[in-house]
């Protein structure tokens, strides 16, 4: 299983349940990499898509305890039921990708963490573990500079190195 994720230079995710930052290049990215694969989030991530729907051309699975069963995506009650329905995919298609909690929760479990790195500061309310003081995690790619809608990115990714099964 992998994160993918944009975080500003504080490691910040997220503002007022939304994106910090308006950048073309890493939207292009995030489809790219996730089109076709399944995509693991929280009820507030799901909340925040254009009227709370999921993600087209993807398997959308939703942590939700006391959420409704839905048709246009699946959703998990516990965190037991979430694990089993992860197992029935191939653990390299799988993305988490939201919200703070369930990056928190499930970054144990996941292999690689692609991050898009904001040159800036996005006054975030919402943080991810930074990845460069944990032991646990290597810089294993990190791309040139981008410069895309005023911003400078880079895409980087970390590779797990005590990976938790599931």
């Known amino acids: 299983m992998k994160a993918i994720l944009h975080a500003d230079k504080n490691w910040g995710i997220g503002k007022a349940n939304g994106l910090m930052f308006s950048i073309p290049e ?3 990215f995030f489809r790219q990499t996730t089109t076709g694969n399944v995509v693991v989030m929280g009820s507030n991530t799901l909340r925040s898509f254009p009227g709370g729907r999921p993600l087209k051309n993807r398997t ?9 069963k ?6 998990a009650g516990s965190l037991e039921e979430l694990f089993a329905e992860i197992k029935k995919y191939d653990t390299d ?4 990708i939201g919200g703070a909690m369930m990056y928190k929760t499930l970054l144990p479990y996941c292999e690689e963490v692609l ?4 040159d800036a500061e996005g006054d975030a309310d919402a943080f991810f573990e930074n990845l460069d003081k944990n032991p646990g995690f290597e810089l294993v790619r990190v791309s040139g500079p981008v410069e895309t809608n005023g911003y400078t990115i880079r895409f980087t990714a970390y590779k797990n190195k005590n990976v938790r099964q599931i």
């Open 115 to 118: 991050v898009t790195k904001v």
């Open 26 to 28: 890493d939207m292009k």
């Open 70 to 75: 839905r048709d246009d995506c699946m959703v």
């Open 60 to 68: 959308n699975i939703v942590l939700w305890p006391g959420g409704e």
């Open 93 to 96: 298609k799988v993305f988490v």
